[in-house]
Antibody, heavy 119, light 110 residues
């Protein structure tokens, strides 16, 4: 069974760093892209970026380029989304999702990680 | 890249059909047959309903169908059911080798 399991909810202060994770199982992790999607409270889905763990090819939405870093450790089938300095506006639910290709849509999603940034 | 344009809300009665539009540009929707549609119920992760404009993943009812004309893609739900009430998002591959979502449409089943 394909599963994407994300790390738990986080409460952080502005200026702090954070790295959240998404562990894939039930499929060949290196053969599928993992994308990250932001959903701010009461708002829509925003595509942040994507990584191909097989060769670490990474793409970012222009809106998120330079704001976050996407990485993956294929030895443990885990993708990451990280911030070096959080802002209150980063408060959101973050989902990871599996893509067979960028054209095919994301067929499996993680359960989401709620990040709250507050002083 | 700008978000794709969707109506904020649509509604229909049980058994009726509704259509949700998704308008982009030649750099995304119009340039590729790579439009996907997602359904999201409150507090849940999105679910893929349509990919590559009109293909349905296994398990998605054939009441859901997709199409595209020019820069506008559409999701049609026929035989509306109460459980179809949810938010719907389109997404498209772009000429920058990225993906962009639409703003989302809230479907109300009256």
């Amino acid at each position: 069974e394909v599963q994407l399991v994300q790390s738990g909810a986080e409460v952080k202060k502005p200026g702090e760093s954070l790295k959240i994770s998404c562990k894939g199982s039930g499929y060949r992790f290196t053969s599928y892209w993992i994308g990250w999607v932001r959903q701010m409270p009461g708002k829509g889905l925003e595509w942040m970026g994507i990584i191909y763990p097989g060769d670490s090819d990474t793409r970012y939405s222009p809106s998120f380029q330079g704001q976050v870093t996407i990485s993956a450790d294929k030895s443990i089938s885990t993708a990451y989304l990280q911030w070096s300095s959080l802002e209150a506006s980063d408060t959101a639910m973050y989902y990871c999702a599996r893509y067979a290709s960028l054209s095919a849509g994301s067929d499996y999603w993680g359960q989401g990680t709620l990040v709250t940034v507050s002083s | 890249q700008s978000a794709l344009t969707q109506p904020a809300s649509v509604s229909g009665s049980p058994g009726q059909s509704i259509t949700i539009s998704c308008t982009g540009t030649r750099s995304d929707v119009g340039g590729y047959n790579y439009v996907s549609w997602y359904q999201q119920h409150p507090g849940k992760a999105p679910k893929l309903m349509i990919y590559e404009v009109s293909s349905r993943p296994s398990g998605v009812p054939d009441r859901f169908s997709g199409s595209k004309s020019g820069n506008t893609a559409s999701l049609t739900i026929s035989g509306l059911q109460a459980e179809d009430e949810a938010d719907y998002y389109c997404s498209s591959y772009t000429s920058s080798s990225t993906v962009v979502f639409g703003g989302g449409t809230k479907l109300t089943v009256l």
